[in-house]
């Protein structure tokens, strides 16, 4: 039977974990964007620790997966963090509060704003429940100007 959405976001056994950053990691690119250097130390944290700056981002305002990974790594003392799994958990936390508010469940978890939360560059994320679409309507409700950038949105300023 395939697992639920909250099913995958829970802990995963000897995580946060520290590695060095090496060039060939799926997440260099973007770690490296952040100022982590091959050889640095980088966190790959667990959905629990991402799931605080996703709860507390207010009304009107947003936070980029960038701004996630450099609050991880800071409160970890690394260089950086694995933009790759956090970006995931992410994806996992938005769909699992989506899942639990259909199941009628009013946990901390179904008041989760996942939409306020972008992926770097401020993109909307085509993962999250309903696509970039529900995104960039969630998100124009409370005031914010999308744009298009071919087929990603974009959020203005």
């Not at 982590?36 to 507390?56: F, K, R, T």
């Not at 970006?87 to 469940?105: C, L, R, S, Y």
């Not at 401020?122 to 071919?150: C, M, V, W």
């Amino acid at each position: 039977m395939r697992k639920s959405w909250v099913q995958k976001m829970q802990d995963k056994p000897g995580y946060p974990k520290i590695i060095i950053l090496e060039e060939r990691f799926p997440c260099y690119n973007a770690v490296h964007k952040m100022g982590a250097e091959a050889g640095d130390e980088i966190v790959l944290v667990n959905p629990s620790e991402v799931i605080p700056y996703m709860a507390a981002v207010p009304e009107g305002e947003v936070i980029t997966l960038a701004d996630i990974c450099k609050s991880l790594a800071d409160r970890h003392g690394v260089k950086g963090c694995c933009t790759l799994t956090a970006g995931i958990f992410t994806m996992t936390i938005a769909n699992a509060v989506e899942e639990v508010k259909t199941q009628g469940d009013e946990s901390p978890l179904s008041t989760i704003p996942w939409w306020r939360t972008l992926k770097n560059d401020s993109f909307l994320n085509d993962k999250y429940p309903g696509g970039q679409e529900a995104q960039k309507r969630r998100l124009e409700s409370e005031g914010h100007t999308i744009i298009t950038r071919g087929k990603k949105y974009q959020l203005l300023g």
